[in-house]
T-cell receptor, first 121, second 109 residues
Framework: GAGVSQSPSNKVTEKGKDVELRCDPI?????LYWYRQSLGQGLEFLIY????????KSGLPSDRFSAERTGGSVSTLTIQRTQQEDSAVYLC???????????????????FGPGTRLLVL | KNEVEQSPQNLTAQEGEFITINCSYS?????LHWLQQHPGGGIVSLFM???GKKKHGRLIATINIQEKHSSLHITASHPRDSAVYIC???????????FGTGTSLTVIP
C-alpha cells in the first residue's frame, strides 16, 4: 500500500511569505508527527496529533508555526512570515497505536514521508 | 544538554566488518527507535525497542533499560549500509521524541 506522502517535495520562498506543507499519512494511522531537520542538524520534534485528542504543540519553535489535521487524516503545517532560519527539511511520520505491551501503554513504529525541503531566501 | 547521545559521530569500515553504534539517553522512555537515513534523505525505521534484543537480517538492536543504553550492530557490513543511523527515544512524560545527532557510516568496498 501507499506510504506517507508529502507535498511539495521542494519549496523555495521569499522571507516574509507564508508557506503550507502537506502530509498524507498511511491510511488508518491515528498518530501523525511533524519533525524538522536543519542542515547538519539532527531531527527536531515539532508537533504530534493522536486521533481526536488535542495536539501536542510543545515542539513548535514559535507562534509563526501552526499545524492542523483535518478529519484525522491529512495534515498541513503552516509557517507564517517565513525567516531564513526556517530553511530545513520538514518530515512527517505516521504510526498506528497498539494497546498493551509489557513496557508501555502502547507500541508504535513510525513511517516517515520523504520530506519537504524548504528554502527561504 | 542532549537527552540522547550517540557514538561514534562518524564511522568508516571495510566491507565485511562488524559494526557497533551506541546510544545513551538520560530521560525515562517508553520506547527507543533506530532509524536509517539514506544519502537522499529518506528515513526508514529499523527497530523499535522497549526491552531486550531484536534482529532483522544483518541488523541487531539491543537495549539495557537499567543502564539507559542501546546498541545497533551490523554484521558483515556492506557498502549499501552506508547511511546515517539515528537513535530516537520517546519520553514517558509526554509525546516528545528526542533524537541523537546521528552516526554517519561509510562502508568501503
Amino acid at each position: 500500500g501507499a506510504g506517507v506522502s508529502q507535498s511539495p517535495s521542494n519549496k523555495v520562498t521569499e522571507k516574509g511569505k507564508d508557506v503550507e506543507l502537506r502530509c498524507d499519512p498511511i491510511s488508518g494511522h491515528t498518530a501523525l508527527y511533524w519533525y524538522r531537520q536543519s542542515l547538519g542538524q539532527g531531527l527536531e520534534f515539532l508537533i504530534y496529533f493522536q486521533g481526536n485528542s488535542a495536539p501536542d504543540k510543545s515542539g513548535l519553535p514559535s507562534d509563526r508555526f501552526s499545524a492542523e489535521r483535518t478529519g484525522g487524516s491529512v495534515s498541513t503545517l503552516t509557517i507564517q512570515r517565513t525567516q531564513q532560519e526556517d530553511s530545513a527539511v520538514y518530515l512527517c511520520a505516521s504510526s498506528l497505536w497498539l494497546s498493551g505491551g509489557t513496557f508501555a501503554r502502547y507500541q508504535e513504529t513510525q513511517y516517515f514521508g520523504p520530506g519537504t525541503r524548504l528554502l527561504v531566501l | 544538554k542532549n537527552e540522547v547521545e550517540q557514538s561514534p559521530q562518524n564511522l568508516t569500515a571495510q566491507e565485511g566488518e562488524f559494526i557497533t553504534i551506541n546510544c545513551s539517553y538520560s530521560v525515562g522512555i517508553s520506547a527507543l527507535h533506530w532509524l536509517q537515513q539514506h544519502p537522499g534523505g529518506g528515513i526508514v525505521s529499523l527497530f523499535m525497542l522497549s526491552s531486550g534484543k531484536k534482529k532483522h537480517g544483518r541488523l541487531i538492536a539491543t537495549i539495557n533499560i537499567q543502564e539507559k543504553h542501546s546498541s545497533l550492530h551490523i554484521t558483515a557490513s556492506h557498502p549499501r549500509d552506508s547511511a546515517v543511523y539515528i537513535c530516537a527515544v520517546r519520553s514517558t512524560t509526554g509525546n516528545q521524541f528526542y533524537f541523537g545527532t546521528g552516526t554517519s557510516l561509510t562502508v568501503i568496498p
